[in-house]
């Protein structure tokens, strides 16, 4: 699966630095917001390194839908059912920055942006409800916003909210923009350089130890479990598809407040415009038959847009928090040394800037007056206490299952091309699975916290189904929160 986006020849590569060096931050993660962290920073005349373990865009920002967007979904009113009327308008004046930001600095850069209208909609009768309450949260934060009986969607809807004014791009033209104007301003990056743990001022990486008076990770989930943000986090992975279409394509980012959820917009290619339809979320490694995810989605497009021919397919990981706001902040409570930025709830293009301006303002001594309501520790947490008492027990769930469903395999011939399952070698699971005529196994146990993997047929990866840690079939890591592969033998752990 290559995302539209990342469909293309690299712009170009940045080399692994030496061990030794030192700088005053060092910025963990090559996605939207490390880069813009790390030129901010970099900006200001400190000493920056960015560190990323495999491309830059490689996880989340190169295979998102690509909007900048303020009316998020069902997001609004989410937070509203959990937070104050003032966290709920500091969250928006948050995105509003983010989202500020980024135009402007395209706009600077002549970076192509297409602005079009933003349309939460229900796809069912019974889901009106849902879009009103929606509505009423954009209306209590300040964003513009405004009912629609109709919409430019061939299929029945129910009313939809409109946010008129929003943004939407291809992010790796972004991303690239970004990291260049980063370098111009001195910062160093690296790619295939993955961090692996952080000791005081050193950075211990697998080509050997940085060292920088502050570290940023901006790495979708942190990869320390200092702070136990993966048990406040919910890790999803949704699909999206890119369709040439003869005739019309309906234009503005819409997005269902139904469940399976649909999201649609356009994208302006050199050969002509594409239909991006994405959707069918779930939790990471949790759904059996993942392929069956993206077939659906293929299905439901055809059935509205008959002729539409397949282009590309992709997916993307995103966490969740358990209150609905993200974290941005100290990875310990009373210490900047190490600070964090994640749970943006699949609209990480407005919510990574803007926490790339929380954490540099908070570094260089200028906070944003919105900054607090998206602090890494915060008490009205409580609010999330409920989702989190159920993720985690979801997570032990999947836990046990895992290891019980390692009985029912045996080992025998090699699976068939494109699959893989898990079995028992001795006492412990092991993996096997067959991609590309090669047969591999590796250990089943996940080094993070010892989930046992799942095989994800659609991407042909094993999948941690406890906290959403993602390897390649040879076990090599492709997301965190583990930052060491599968092992080669199952004695190794």
Known sequence: MTSLWLDRSP???????????????????????????????????????????????AVATGNTTGKLSLLQGTHLSEIAARHSDSSLRAYLEANRAGQR???????????DVQREAAFTYAAAPESRAVVERELAACRTAGLEADWVDEVELPFPTYGAVRAGDQAQFDPMTVLHGL??????????????????GISGDTVHTDLGD???????????????????????????????????VPGSIPHGMYLSADSPTRSLRSAPTSAGELLLVGGNG????????TGSKVDELIEWTRTYWPTAQLTHSWSAQDYSSIDALPYVGPLLPGSDRILVATGYAK???????????????????????????????????????????????????????????????????????????VHRDGVRPVATCTV????????????????????????????CPLHGSRFAADGSVLEGPATRPLASRVFEY
């Not at 930001?101 to 970076?111: N, R, S, T, V």
């Not at 200092?226 to 699909?239: C, D, H, K, V």
């Not at 047969?439 to 095989?455: D, K, M, N, Q």
């Open 11 to 57: 712009v170009r590569t940045y080399p692994s630095l030496a061990p030794g060096l030192r700088f005053d931050h060092i910025v963990v993660g090559g996605g939207l917001t490390g880069v813009a962290t790390a030129m901010l920073l970099a900006r200001s005349g400190a000493s920056v390194a960015l560190l990323e373990a495999r491309d830059l865009g």
């Open 210 to 244: 940085l060292h920088a008076d502050s570290v940023v990770l901006a790495t979708g989930t942190p990869i320390l479990d200092r702070g136990a943000f993966f048990a406040r986090l919910e890790a999803q992975r949704s699909y999206a598809l890119a369709f040439e």
């Open 101 to 111: 930001w980024l135009l402007e600095f395209c706009a600077d850069h002549d970076i």
């Open 347 to 421: 609209w990480g293009m407005t919510n990574g800037v803007a926490a790339a301006l929380a954490l540099t303002g908070r570094l260089l001594g200028a906070t944003p007056a919105w900054a607090p309501a998206l602090e890494a520790w915060r008490p009205r947490e409580l609010a999330g206490l409920v989702s989190a008492l159920a993720a985690n027990s979801k997570v032990g769930l999947a836990l046990a299952g895992g290891w019980a469903r390692a009985e029912l395999h045996t080992t025998g011939d090699a699976p068939p091309e494109g699959t893989g399952y």
């Open 282 to 289: 779930h939790p990471v490694g949790r759904e059996p038959e």
């Open 436 to 463: 590309d005529g090669d047969t591999s196994t590796v250990s089943a146990i996940c080094p993070h916290l010892y989930g046992v993997v799942r095989w994800n047929d659609a991407e042909k990866s094993w999948d």
């Open 179 to 196: 990291a260049a104007q980063a370098q111009r301003h001195g910062a160093v990056i690296s790619e295939n350089t993955r961090v692996t």
